[in-house]
Structures are given as C-alpha cells and as structure tokens.
C-alpha cells in the first residue's frame, strides 16, 4: 500500500480523548431508574460509552420509543449536572495533540455526545485550544448520528479553508469506523477506548497508545492508505 498523510483529521471525545466512563454510566443508570427500569451490569453500561444514547436505550435495552426518550431527557439532565466533568484526559492525549497541532494537522472533534456537553468538556480539560472546532449531535439541528456529525465537521472545517481531500478519523468504537466509512473517511482504531479487538475491523490502522498513534501520524511511512 501507498502511504498517505491526512490533510485532516476527526477526533472521536469518549474513549479516545477522555476517560469519561464515570459520569457516563452514574448518569445511565439515575436514568434508567427513573423511568423504572432494570440497570445492566457494569460490561454492558460501558457499551453505552460512544454511540448515540438514544438508540442505546431501544437497541441494548430494549426500551418503547416513549420510555427511552423519557430516558433520554433524564440521563441529558443528570450528565450536565453531575456527570460531564467527571471525566479526564487519558494519559499522554494533551501532549499528542500538541505534537500533531505543531505539525500542522487541522483537528476537530466528531462525537455523538450532544454538542454543548462536548464543549465543555473540552474546555474544561484545556483541550479546545487545539481544535477548530468541536461538532458534536444537536436535536436543534436535526444531527443525530455519528455519520451526520463527522459529515457536519467536514463541512465546518472546509468552511475554515482547511483541505478535506484526505480526511482521517481516529476512534475507539466500531461505530467511529462505520459512521467514517459510510462518509468515504478512513478510521485508526485506538485500543485504550471502551471497544475491544473487534471494533478495529475495518480500520486502516490500531493505536495501543498516544504515543502509538503519533508515530502513525507524523511518519507518513507508518501509515498505510486504505485498500
């Protein structure tokens, strides 16, 4: 394969920028108790860590339409309340963007966390300062799946002046890999999120570590083009 260098990239928030299990699955389960229904084992909370919560709550639990979006309303309450700075940034991450920002890659943030929660927490851990933006859902504007995201933060890029020809996304679920896909984008999975070896499939690539994934991006040697 031909190696190529990104001309931009996507970064998924939860699992792949920030340790944000913690205040995730409290707020799932305050909300799953008060619409009355059972709360999972701690495995399969931490599936909910990445796609949208909404269709956490009626594909993994089963939930009516009604309940999972009274479900919804109470989990979005309680995640803003007490849950979104109970998080932090994985180790090394700061320095990952700093070396990737001075070599000159434009980055951006797509994740199906709803966007003014993702803002903040990005402020919060004084990651904003390396990104160009941060696209996350919004019910406003109807952009309610990962595909919908990583589409609108390509747009917001562009609009920046920034080259999208190349776009990579870089994620820690399957779902990062198959939104990016369905959008003609190419993933790098990373293994220290809340997947497991399956969601690298269909990646280009797998980062164990920051450090990893650094190499991949500024050793254009290192990094493969997609077949």
Known sequence: MIPVKP???????DGTLVDSAPGITTSVMAALQAVGTYVPSAPVLRTF????MYESFRNVLG?????????????????????????????GIPELLDKLAAAGFPMAVATSKVEDQAERITRHHGLATRLLTVCGTSDA?????K???IREGLLRL?????????PLMVGDRGYDVESAAAEGTPTIHVQWGYGDATDAAGAIASADSPEMLAKMLLDETALPAPA
């Open 147 to 149: 595909q919908a995201v």
């Open 141 to 145: 504007a109807g952009r309610e799946t």
């Open 49 to 52: 860590i990445g796609p949208p």
């Open 158 to 166: 562009r609009a920046r002046g920034v080259d999208v020809s190349r």
């Open 7 to 13: 001309t931009c990239l996507l970064l998924d928030l």
């Open 63 to 91: 939930l009516d339409e009604p309940t999972a979006r009274r479900a919804l309303q109470v989990y979005r309450a309680e995640y803003a309340e007490n849950g979104a700075l109970d998080s932090r940034p994985y180790d």
